[in-house]
C-alpha cells in the first residue's frame, strides 16, 4: 500500500501529527499496536497543568486536537497560579475513558486517514531517504514521509521489584526490532527511565482522612473555539495526603528491593517526576511528601496515587500505600512499575523535527526524550506540519522562543539535548510574560490558519477578537476619568479623596490596585468586552514596562537569529575554536548565531569566533 | 542595528589629551546632541570641529571634535572622536555624558572586534586579527575576573547566591503551585530580603568611591573670590610656583593642576580663577570652569581674605557648593581680621597664611581626617575597579530598587522575578558567569518535586 505520509503510534503525538497531515490533504496512515489504545493515558489522568496548560492553548490556536477534545472530557478543571499574570496556566482531570473515545472519533471523521493495526519492525529507507515501513507481520507500507511517534515502547522493560519484563505500558508489546534498526541507521539511542504510581480502588479510601481540592467555579476552556458549559458545581474532586514517619522507614527499610537502588535500572530517570523512594533517599530531612489522589474516570473506580511512583516489589508496595492516612485499608488495583525505554539523542534531530540523518523522517513525543502529553501532541502537531510542508516544498514551520512555549521546548530538546525524560517548564522559558495562557490564540492562530489547519470561521474569530482589543485600547486611552464613569464604590474602596480627572482611563487602569472590570461594568462604555479581552488588555496595560523589557531581549536574540549559519560550512576550519565546542557544533548543526549560542559547553569567545568566520568565509563580497 | 559604542581611547591619565571614541549608526547624532558648536550632523565626512561638550545646560569641557562618516572608517561604521583636556575627572565626565546620551560602553576589544565583523579589515589581515581578538578578550576576560579576586568577588556571589535561591523558590511556587509543603514566597518574605540586598549593593558602590580614590586620587579643587590667595595655598602645597601669583585679581584665567602625596593617597588639586562676574571672555571661560570643577571635586577648599568684611558673596558660593565636603581656608590670618566668624559655623573652618606657611599642616590633617585616609587600606582592598563594573552594580541596584518599588505598588511576584534574574545576570556579568542552567540545578537540587 501507498501513502503520503504513514503515523507510527497512536499516542499524543501520532494522534496529532495523524490529524494534521489528513487537514492538510496528505493520504495518511495512522499504524498503532492496538486501536482501543489511541490517545490513551498510561500515567497521570491529566492535561496541562503549569507550562504545559498553555502547551494545550497554543496546540489549539495552531488548529491542533488537544484542547476541543479535553475541553470535552474533563472532570475538573482548575486555573493554576490565578493571582499570578503571567503564568496562569489550566489544568484538568480528564477522563481516561472518554478523552480517548472522542479522540478515536475525531480522527475516524478524517476521510485522509486509516488507522491500521501493527506493529512497526523496521524503516524503509532508500538513498538516506524515507521509504516506507515494514511490520512485525511481514506487510510493507509505503510512503513519502514516515513520523515516528512511538512513544515509551522502544525495547521498553517494565520493572518491579527485581521483577522484570519487556513490555510496554499497559501491558502492551514492545517493539524491540524498531530500536535496531535505528542502530543500524546511524542512529544514537538514549536509555531513559520513567514511572507510575499506584491506583486504589475508590471505595477503599477513607476520605475523612484526607483534603479534598474541588475544580473552580469558574467556567473555563483549553480551546479557543469551546464555550464551555459544563455544571462547575459537579466536578470531580481529587484529594490530598502525605507519606508518614512509618512510609519512610518501610522504604528505607527495603530500598535494596527497589529495581532503582538494586541497580536493575539503567536509564536515566527524571528530576521531574522522581520515584518516592528517590524523593526519600535524596531529601532525607523532609518529614512528609505530599501525595494526590486523583480520579481517573468516572466510569470505574481508580485512584491514581500522583507522587507515590515506585518500582519496589508488591509486598513491600502494600505496606507503603497502607501506611498512608486514609489508605489504611486501600486496595491496590494495579502496582507501580518503572519503566525503561530507549530515545533517540534528538541532537540528531533538525528544529523542524525531521531526522538529520534521514530525509523526509519526523519522530516526535517521548522517541524524542520529553515527558508528558502536551510536549508530545505539540511535537506531533509540528512534525504533522512539518512532513505535510516538506512533500510540498514549503520551508520548515519553527516557532522561535519568543513565539510559544512549543518553540522554547524543540529548540531546547534539538539545540542543548537531554539526558533525562524532558519536561516544559514555565523557568525554561526567557520570555514567558509574552507566552502567556490568554494570548496563546494572538500569537499563534495566524500561522494555523497561513498552514491551512484553521478555517476561515475560526480565522475570522480572531480577527474579530483583534479588533475588540483594539477598539477597547483606544476608548480607554481617549475617554478621561470621570465621576459618571468611576463608580462610587471603587472611589470608596480605593479611598480617594478626589479624582484627578487628568487621567485617561487607560491611565487611571495602569495602577496596580485598580481592575479593568471594576469600572467597565458601570462606565461610560458598552459593557461588550468578553473577560479574556478585558484580560489581555488589563495585562498589556499594567505590565506594560516589563513586555517592553522582554522585547527588547527578544530583539537581542532575534538579531543574532538573523545572523544565519550555512549549512555546508566546515567546522574544522575555523582556528582558535575549543574542540568540545567543535564537537557540539558539528552535532548540533545550528541554523544561526542565537542557536549555537544556547548550546551548552559552546562559549561567548567560539560564538565570536564563528561570526567571525562567517563573515570572512560567507560575506567577501558584501 | 548594532547598538552605538564608546571608551576612552587614549591611556587615562595625565596627558595633555585624552581621545573619547563613539562608534556606531547614532554616534554623529549622540555626540551633536550634547555638542555646542556646529551641527555636527551636517558637516561633511572627516572633518575637525571645535567646540563644548555640555550636558544639562552646562559645560563640561572644551573640545575638538572630529566626524567620519561610514564606511571609511576604523569599524566602517559612523565615528566621533572627541579630543578632550586630560585629567581623569574630565575624561569621565565627558564618558558618562555619553552612556547617558545613549551609547553603550565598548566592551574590551569592541572597536577592532567591529571593525572586523563589519568586514574593514581585509581577508589576508583576518587570521592575523583574528588571534589578536582571541588573545584580547580572553585576556581581558582572565584580567577581570583577576582583578576582583577576594572579598570582592565573594561580596558578589554572596548576592548572587541570595538571589537565585530566592528565584529558585519563586519558580518552585510558580512550577508547582498545587504543593502546600513549599515554603512561598510572599511579599512579606521578598522585602527584607530585597532590602538587604539593596544595601549591599549600595555598600559595593561605597567601596567602589574607596577603590577610585586608591586608584584615582581624590580631587580637590581650591576655589574662592578673586585675589584671596587661592594660587598661593596651592604652590605651598605643591611646594613649587606652578600656578602664576601675582597681585592683580584674575590671574588665574585658566585650571592649574598638581599632585601630591597624602598618606599614600594622590591628592589632585586644582587652582581655579577666582568666583566673580567679568567682562574679560578669557577669563570667563575661566569662572566658567571653575564652577564646573567644583562639581566634579570630591574636596572643596574654600578661601577666604581674612580681611573681608562682607561675606555674603562667599556666604552664597559655599551654599551654592551643595553637601559636598568644603574646607574653608581663611588665609591671610597674620592680618588683623575683619570677618564676622560666627557666619561660618555651619563649616570646617582652618587658619592660616602663605607667608609663614601656618595652617597647611592643619588643612592637610583636616583631609586625612575627612577621607579617614588613616583607615584605608592600600593593600589588600578589593573594590569595583573599572567603569564597566561600577556601571553593572549601579544598574543591578537600580533594577532592584524598581523591583521593591513594583512590590510595594502590589506587582505581583511571577513578575518581580523578571526583575530578579535581571539583576542576576548584570552581576554575573562582573563575574563572568551565565545564568539559566544553574537555576535549573538549583531548582531541583533544593526542592522535591514532582508525580
Known amino acids: ?622 | 542595528m548594532d547598538s552605538t559604542i564608546c571608551a576612552v581611547s587614549t591611556a587615562l591619565g595625565n596627558g595633555a589629551i585624552s581621545i573619547i571614541r563613539c562608534s556606531g549608526a547614532e554616534a554623529i547624532k549622540i555626540v551633536n546632541s550634547v555638542f555646542l558648536g556646529k551641527n555636527l550632523e551636517q558637516v561633511p565626512s572627516h572633518t575637525i570641529h571645535y567646540g563644548f561638550i555640555t550636558y544639562q545646560n552646562e559645560k563640561v569641557d572644551e573640545v575638538l571634535v572630529s566626524i567620519m562618516r561610514s564606511p571609511k572608517t576604523f569599524t566602517t561604521e559612523d565615528i566621533v572622536e572627541i579630543n578632550s583636556h586630560g585629567g581623569i575627572a574630565t575624561t569621565n565626565k565627558i564618558l558618562e555624558v555619553l552612556l547617558a546620551s545613549g551609547c553603550i560602553l565598548a566592551e574590551a576589544g569592541e572597536f577592532t572586534k567591529r571593525a572586523f565583523l563589519n568586514g574593514r579589515i581585509d581577508l589576508l589581515e583576518a587570521e592575523a586579527v583574528g588571534d589578536l581578538i582571541v588573545s584580547e578578550t580572553e585576556s581581558s576576560r582572565k584580567l577581570a575576573i583577576n582583578q576582583i579576586t577576594g572579598s570582592l568577588s565573594n561580596k558578589i556571589n554572596n548576592i548572587r547566591q541570595k538571589l537565585i535561591s530566592l528565584q529558585a523558590n519563586i519558580e518552585v511556587n510558580i512550577d508547582y503551585p498545587e504543593y502546600d509543603d513549599v515554603l512561598v514566597i510572599t511579599e512579606d518574605i521578598l522585602k527584607p530580603t530585597l532590602i538587604n540586598i539593596i544595601e549591599e549593593l549600595q555598600h559595593l558602590l561605597i567601596d567602589s568611591k574607596n577603590g577610585k580614590i586608591i586608584k584615582n586620587g581624590i580631587d580637590v579643587a581650591i576655589i574662592g573670590q578673586p585675589n584671596v590667595g587661592k594660587s598661593s595655598i596651592l604652590n605651598d602645597l605643591l611646594e613649587e610656583n606652578k600656578a602664576i601669583v601675582t597681585n592683580i585679581p584674575g590671574t588665574t584665567r585658566d585650571i592649574v593642576e598638581g599632585k601630591i602625596f597624602l598618606n599614600g593617597i594622590i591628592l589632585n588639586i586644582v587652582d581655579t580663577a577666582g568666583l566673580r562676574l567679568t567682562n574679560d571672555q578669557v577669563e570667563k571661560i575661566g569662572v566658567e570652569k571653575s564652577k564646573d570643577i567644583s562639581k566634579t571635586a570630591d574636596l572643596i577648599i574654600y578661601v577666604i581674605d581674612n580681611t573681608t568684611e562682607k561675606i555674603s558673596v562667599d556666604l552664597q558660593n559655599l551654599q551654592n557648593l551643595g553637601d559636598k565636603p568644603v574646607i574653608v581656608f581663611i588665609n591671610k590670618d597674620d592680618i588683623k581680621t575683619k570677618l564676622d566668624i560666627n557666619k561660618l559655623k555651619d563649616y570646617q573652618v582652618i587658619f592660616g597664611n602663605t607667608i609663614n606657611e601656618f595652617g597647611l599642616e592643619k588643612l592637610k590633617t583636616k583631609i586625612i581626617e575627612i577621607f579617614n585616609l588613616e583607615k584605608i587600606e592600600t593593600k589588600d582592598f578589593s573594590y569595583l575597579s573599572s567603569a564597566r563594573q561600577v556601571s553593572l552594580v549601579s544598574k543591578a541596584l537600580m533594577v532592584i530598587e524598581e523591583s521593591l518599588n513594583n512590590l510595594n505598588m502590589g506587582i505581583s511576584i511571577d513578575l518581580i522575578s523578571i526583575d530578579l534574574q535581571n539583576c542576576y545576570e548584570l552581576l554575573g556579568e562582573i563575574i563572568g558567569e551565565t545564568y539559566k542552567e544553574d537555576l535549573l540545578d538549583e531548582l531541583f537540587s533544593k526542592f522535591c518535586l514532582g508525580k
Open chain 1, 1 to 622: 500500500m501507498n501513502y503520503d505520509i504513514i503515523v507510527i503510534g497512536g499516542g499524543h503525538a501520532g494522534c496529532e501529527a495523524a490529524h494534521a497531515t489528513s487537514v492538510l490533504g496528505h493520504k495518511t496512515a495512522l499504524i498503532t499496536s492496538n486501536i482501543s489504545n489511541i490517545a490513551d493515558m498510561p500515567c497521570n489522568p491529566s492535561i496541562g497543568g503549569t507550562a504545559k496548560g498553555i502547551v494545550v492553548r497554543e496546540i489549539d490556536a495552531l488548529g491542533g486536537l488537544m484542547g476541543k477534545v479535553a475541553d470535552k472530557s474533563h472532570i475538573q478543571l482548575k486555573m493554576l497560579n490565578n493571582s499570578k499574570p503571567a503564568v496562569r496556566s489550566l489544568r484538568a482531570q480528564a477522563d481516561k475513558i472518554t478523552y480517548p473515545k472522542i479522540m478515536l472519533e475525531e480522527l475516524q471523521k478524517l476521510s485522509n486517514l486509516e488507522i491500521i493495526e501493527g506493529m512497526a519492525k523496521s524503516i524503509v529507507v532508500k538513498n538516506s531517504k524515507i521509504a516506507g515501513i515494514e511490520l512485525e507481520n511481514g506487510k510493507k507500507y509505503f510512503c513519502n514521509a514516515l513520523i515516528l511517534t512511538t512513544g515509551t515502547y522502544l525495547k521498553s522493560k517494565i520493572l518491579i521489584g527485581n521483577e522484570v519484563k519487556e513490555s510496554g505500558p499497559h501491558g502492551e508489546k514492545t517493539s524491540n526490532f524498531l530500536s535496531e534498526s535505528f542502530k543500524s541507521l546511524g542512529f544514537e539511542m538514549l536509555r531513559l527511565k520513567t514511572g507510575t504510581p499506584q491506583r486504589i480502588e475508590k471505595s477503599s479510601i477513607n476520605f475523612n482522612k484526607v483534603k479534598a481540592e474541588e475544580g473552580d467555579k469558574t467556567h473555563w476552556s483549553f480551546s479557543f473555539d469551546t464555550t464551555p458549559i459544563y455544571d462547575v458545581n459537579k466536578q470531580e474532586k481529587c484529594y490530598i495526603t502525605y507519606t508518614t514517619k512509618d512510609t519512610h522507614k518501610i522504604i528505607t527499610d527495603n530500598l535494596k528491593k527497589s529495581a532503582m537502588y538494586s541497580g536493575n535500572i539503567k536509564g536515566t530517570g527524571t528530576r521531574y517526576c522522581p520515584s518516592i523512594e528517590d524523593k526519600i533517599v535524596r531529601f532525607a530531612d523532609k518529614e512528609r511528601h505530599q501525595l494526590f489522589l486523583e480520579p481517573e474516570s468516572i466510569y470505574y473506580n481508580d485512584i491514581y496515587l500522583q507522587g507515590f511512583s515506585t518500582s519496589m516489589p508488591y509486598d513491600v508496595q502494600d505496606k507503603m500505600v497502607k501506611s498512608l492516612p486514609g489508605l489504611e485499608n486501600a486496595k491496590i488495583l494495579k502496582y507501580a512499575y518503572a519503566i525503561e525505554y530507549d530515545a533517540i539523542n534528538p541532537l540528531q534531530l533538525k528544529l523542524s523535527l525531521e531526522s538529520k540523518l534521514i530525509e523526509n523522517l519526523f519522530t516526535a513525543g517521548q522517541i524524542n526524550g520529553t515527558s508528558g502529553y502536551e510536549e508530545a501532541a505539540s511535537q506531533g502537531l509540528i512534525a504533522g506540519i512539518n512532513s505535510s510542508r516538506k512533500l510540498t516544498n514549503k520551508e520548515p514551520f519553527i516557532l522561535k522562543r519568543n513565539e510559544a512555549y512549543i518553540g522554547v521546548l524543540i529548540d531546547d530538546l534539538v539545540t542543548k539535548g537531554t539526558l533525562e525524560p524532558y519536561r516544559l517548564l514555565t523557568s525554561r522559558a526567557e520570555f514567558r510574560l509574552i507566552l502567556r495562557h490568554d494570548n496563546a490564540d494572538l500569537r499563534l492562530r495566524e500561522y494555523g490558519y497561513k498552514i491551512g489547519l484553521i478555517d476561515n470561521k475560526r480565522y475570522n474569530k480572531l480577527i474579530e477578537k483583534k479588533a475588540n482589543i483594539n477598539d477597547l485600547i483606544y476608548q480607554l486611552k481617549n475617554n478621561k476619568i470621570s465621576k459618571t464613569n468611576i463608580p462610587e464604590e471603587l472611589l470608596k474602596k480605593l479611598e480617594y479623596k478626589t479624582l484627578n480627572t487628568g487621567y485617561t482611563l487607560y491611565e487611571f487602569a495602569t495602577r496596580p490596585e485598580i481592575k479593568l472590570n471594576d469600572y467597565l461594568k458601570t462606565n461610560i462604555l458598552e459593557n461588550k468586552w468578553s473577560p479574556e479581552i478585558i484580560e489581555t488588555v488589563e495585562f498589556q496595560i499594567k505590565y506594560e514596562g516589563y513586555i517592553a523589557k522582554t522585547y527588547k531581549e527578544v530583539e537581542k536574540m532575534l538579531k543574532l537569529e538573523n545572523k544565519k549559519i550555512p549549512k555546508d560550512i566546515n567546522y574544522d576550519n575555523i582556528k582558535n575554536i575549543a574542540s568540545e565546542a567543535k564537537e557540539k557544533l558539528k552535532k548540533v548543526r545550528p541554523l544561526n548565531i542565537a542557536q549555537a549560542s544556547r548550546i551548552s559547553g559552546v562559549n561567548p569567545v567560539d560564538i565570536s569566533l564563528l561570526a567571525i568566520y562567517l563573515k570572512k568565509e560567507y560575506n567577501k563580497n558584501e
